[in-house]
């Protein structure tokens, strides 16, 4: 069919005594595809160009379905990384496939997986230079993860920016392999990000405690506003007090982010200090000195409360990566691991939720105030009386 349509686009074209310029000429040699369905063998219909012409050029026919020289589908060449970032040791493609495609399905090889390394490389690199000047994000998530992977001497982990758009869709903003997480290597992925495009400031980043990221947004964006990640603040405390006394602690500082309003979450932190400062004195600390931090998702829409209190946007995305490099037993090389996670969090990203209550996000791009996650609205002064 895709022949047939070929030669119908060319019809208008002829020889010098009236027949057709372009004709069928039979098939090529019979070849095996793999296939997601097993091994289908399959013939090229060939195509003559019977014009003569001085300088040899002829009209060739190039099938976008069967390339010349493919023997397996697109979508198999798609299957078998997914299979490797999902688990699936190289030397285990044959046994792990042979269900779908054969007990004897060729060019499975583990070389297969690392020609496959080659272009993935060339796709990040084309990712990260993508311009990003059209692009606003209302809101951004930052982390970094270290992994278990054999890294480089020096500690590495992988420094992560994902971001809200006005429509309410989470997108992968920048990604990269830094030294611990540095004010440096933040600033670096920072700036990078604004160089491509990126001019707005967005209006909250949600990260953990890591100084470097805080103190290099500053430097970049100084106009974002900061929130504290509950979930790291939460075990941060725990991890000052004994087991005994984690539960109920833990039960207290659920009064305080889970509380309606910004004061009500004050007092529950003033119990809170009450309840535990004679005892845990550092735990109390750890909670009260980043007071503002922990409570600025009270002047944002309440619908978004669930996605700014936390970074679970990167967090749960990388529970997925830690199999994977757990499942390798370490063998990850510094690059191989950088380019598995881009990977997997591009694909992760095509299932990601958008965020609820997309209506208010371009209020808040707009800087529109609320307050307690209700909108401000403001009465012109001659309706004041």
């Known amino acids: 069919m895709e022949a047939e349509a070929f030669l119908a686009a060319m019809k208008g074209l002829k020889r010098p005594d009236g027949r057709d310029r372009l004709v069928r000429h039979g098939h090529g040699p019979v070849r095996t595809i793999q296939t997601g369905i097993g091994a289908v063998e399959v013939a090229r219909v060939k195509i003559r160009d019977r014009a003569v012409t001085s300088d040899g050029e002829r009209i060739r026919f190039t099938s976008a379905i069967l390339p010349l020289w493919a023997r397996r589908t697109k979508s198999l060449d798609a299957l078998l990384p997914v299979l490797y970032l999902r688990g699936i040791s190289t030397g285990d493609f044959?046994?792990?496939?042979?269900?779908?495609?054969?007990?004897?399905?060729?060019?499975?090889?583990?070389?297969?997986?690392?020609?496959?390394?080659?272009e993935w490389q060339l796709e990040y690199e084309r990712w990260q230079k993508r311009d990003l000047s059209a692009r606003r994000y209302v809101y951004v998530w930052a982390d970094g993860v270290f992994l278990q992977a054999r890294m480089e001497d020096h500690s590495e982990c992988m420094l992560v920016l994902i971001g809200a758009t006005p429509e309410g869709k989470k997108e992968l903003i920048g990604f990269q392999v830094g030294v611990r997480e540095s004010t440096q290597s933040w600033h670096e992925l920072l700036v990078e990000a604004k160089t491509r495009g990126l001019k707005i400031a967005p209006e909250i980043a949600v990260g953990d405690g890591a100084l470097g990221f805080w103190k290099a947004l500053d430097e970049v964006f100084p106009a974002?506003?900061?929130?504290?990640?509950?979930?790291?603040?939460?075990?941060?405390?725990?991890?000052?007090?004994?087991?005994?006394?984690?539960?109920?602690?833990?039960k207290d500082l659920r009064e305080v982010y889970l509380a309606s309003n910004r004061a009500s979450a004050e007092v529950a932190i003033d119990v809170f200090a009450e309840k535990y400062g004679a005892k845990y004195d550092k735990a109390v600390e750890c909670l009260t000195k980043d007071r503002d931090a922990m409570l600025a998702f009270y002047e944002f829409p309440a619908e978004h409360w669930d996605h700014l209190r936390t970074t679970n946007p990167i967090e749960s995305v990388f529970a997925t990566v830690r199999h994977r490099t757990v499942r390798t037993k370490g063998s990850l090389s510094s690059t191989t691991a950088k380019l598995m996670v881009f990977k997997l969090l591009c694909a992760a990203s095509k299932t990601w939720r958008r965020l609820k209550g997309t209506n208010q996000l371009p209020k808040v791009s707009a800087g529109v105030r609320f307050e307690n996650g209700i909108e401000v609205i403001q009465v012109p002064e001659n309706h004041a009386a």
């Open 94 to 118: 044959q046994e792990a496939l042979a269900a779908l495609l054969g007990k004897d399905a060729p060019n499975l090889s583990p070389g297969v997986v690392s020609r496959l390394t080659t």
């Open 224 to 250: 974002t506003r900061h929130q504290r990640c509950w979930v790291h603040k939460t075990a941060n405390i725990l991890n000052k007090v004994a087991v005994s006394v984690q539960a109920s602690m833990k």
